[in-house]
């Protein structure tokens, strides 16, 4: 079965502290992706990586970045968390054939409370 | 580009009735479709999708959806809700690249025992 952990689902950080948020796939999967959920603005891209050591920004990259440095990996780091970073965050992960119709697995979710 | 529109932010239907959450959508390619459902406090869960073979698409838990180019339209239908079904719905269109996937607001259903 498909899976894909995030291996913190609920943290409290305080501001200005580096944050990490680690998700693993284990389908062999090339893509990967970082999403944000808010209520009233739905889900938002962060960061995508479609390989090892690769990276894409997304549609609000501000204040993130990720680490791929195995395939099956994929870390979103929040350098100096703020209390607008508060949110529920997503992995999500994709086969990368290039082309559109790949279903796109998701993570049960990482819950952050920056403080 | 591409974008979705889902119609309805919230629906309540009873338990045993039909449930209808619409769907529509605009895209500059020939589009895959998704509709996903997230329960509280969880991830998002596909309950099917649609990549330009047929037009009537069968997903899981009873769920099924109808591709209708004419009126750019995806709406997921269930026959009879269950209380289980109480959830957030998002419905997904994809580009031309996998990874330019666009989500719809989402549609809270609750389910009336």
């Known amino acids: 079965d498909v899976k894909v952990t995030q291996s913190s689902r609920y943290l409290v950080k305080r501001t200005g502290e580096k944050v990490f948020l680690e998700c693993v796939q284990d389908?062999?999967?090339?893509?990967m992706f970082w999403y944000r959920q808010d209520p009233g603005l739905g889900l938002r891209l962060i960061y995508f990586s479609y390989d090892v050591k690769m990276k894409e920004k997304g549609d609000i990259p501000e204040g993130y970045s990720v680490s791929r440095e195995k395939k099956e990996r994929f870390s979103l780091i929040l350098e100096s968390a703020s209390t607008n970073q508060t949110s529920m965050y997503l992995c999500?992960?994709?086969?990368?054939?290039?082309?559109?119709?790949?279903?796109?697995?998701f993570g049960e979710g990482s819950w952050l409370t920056v403080v | 580009a591409q974008s979705v529109t889902q119609l309805d932010s919230h629906v309540s239907v009873s338990e045993g009735t039909p449930v209808l959450l619409r769907c529509n959508y605009s895209s500059s390619y020939s589009p895959s479709l998704f509709w996903y459902v997230q329960h509280p406090n969880k991830g998002l869960q596909l309950l099917l999708k649609?990549?330009?073979?047929?037009?009537l698409v069968k997903g899981i838990n009873g769920f099924e959806a109808e591709f209708k180019k004419s009126e750019t339209s995806f709406h997921l239908t269930k026959p009879s809700a269950h209380m289980s079904d109480a959830a957030e719905y998002f419905c997904?269109?994809?580009?031309?690249?996998?990874?330019?996937?666009?989500f719809g607001a989402g549609t809270t259903v609750t389910v009336r025992a």
């Open positions: 389908m062999d999967h090339e893509n």
């Open positions: 649609y990549t330009s073979a047929a037009t």
């Open positions: 997904v269109v994809s580009g031309a690249y996998d990874y330019k996937l666009s």
């Open positions: 999500a992960s994709s086969l990368g054939t290039g082309g559109p119709g790949n279903t796109i697995y």
